[in-house]
């Protein structure tokens, strides 16, 4: 691949110089010898256009073309002129050289791909993030007006009562509801004639079962101890049944 550049800096007892490249960081080495038309100094400033080919583990200037002196009207697939003569020798040499550029151009275009892919997957977990928290205070609100509705319930069917307040048990499962979307523990609430409401409110229901190995869930073990006779679910007597089974 040919490239275009201005000759920077020329040295003429020593026959070597440097080419300029718009956009390139780094000045082109090339010497005299690769020159053409020699009896002609390279002059400052002069256009070129050349190819990138390596000597002795070097890369430099080779097969110049000086553009100031002869204008270029086409070019072969090697993007060499066509009155110009081309041994096959010298057309692998063009082909060895596109190469060279070719990684060249590839390593500035991957960095520029994965910042991209990079921000794109910033966007989207982001915006996952924010769903989740949508969605976990609307959670926290539902089971605030199913608290509310409960005890709406309980003043209905028992006539006018303090406000209810959550045991230290609830408070504790509703705080836990609030950080894990949880289903909190079933609220504190006298017994007898309120049993029926909490049963309907929740689900469950006594129904003779008394031990751990019995239960689903650890909702429905509260249920029990709280609301059932002869459960033998609770054997330290702290409030808090099925411990080992269900984690807590």
Known sequence: MFLEGQVKHYNAE?????IRVEGESKDIFFHIKDYPNKQIEPKLGERLKFMIVEDQGKLKAGHIVRLDLKSVDETNDFGVPCNTKVSEHEAAAYVTADKVTKPA?????????????IAVMAVLVYGKYQAYREQKQARVKQLMQEQQNIVAE?????????EQVLSESGKQNLKSASDTDAVPASLHRPAGSVQSIEQTASGFKCDGRTHCSQMRSYEEAVFFIRNCPNTQMDGNNDGEPCERQFGR
Do not use: C, E
């Open 14 to 18: 020593r026959g070597f110089g440097f």
């Open 105 to 117: 151009v590839r390593s500035k275009v991957l960095p520029v791909i994965g910042v991209l892919i």
């Open 154 to 162: 309980q003043r209905k069917a028992l006539g006018d009562l303090p």
